[in-house]
């Protein structure tokens, strides 16, 4: 974003993956279960993920980084062959 005469401009995007900062995930309400047998890694989730807490190693889908998912559930919804589900989260 920018600031010009102490206005924002219309239109500006925030860049994604802006929790990376500060651990947003101990608020989540629900958590993405990956199977990963069934993953195709085609890389959806990892495109759309909001805070970009789905790492890749070598061109191959990792464990989401619970530290910083906020359990929005985009990944299970862009996921073409549903190997991600929403479930409840666990207190810990």
Do not use: H
Request: glycine residues 8%; charged residues 30%; contains cysteine.
């Amino acid at each position: 974003m920018t600031q010009q005469n102490n206005k924002l401009e219309k239109g500006a995007v925030v860049k994604g993956g802006t929790s990376i900062t500060n651990k947003t995930g101990s608020w989540r309400s629900l958590r993405p279960i990956w199977d990963k047998k069934r993953c195709v890694n085609c890389m959806l989730c990892k495109i759309y993920c909001p805070e970009d807490c789905i790492p890749v190693k070598k061109g191959l889908r990792l464990e989401t980084d619970f530290d910083f998912c906020k359990g929005c559930g985009i990944c299970a919804q862009v996921c073409p062959v549903k190997c991600i589900k929403m479930d409840k989260e666990v207190c810990k």
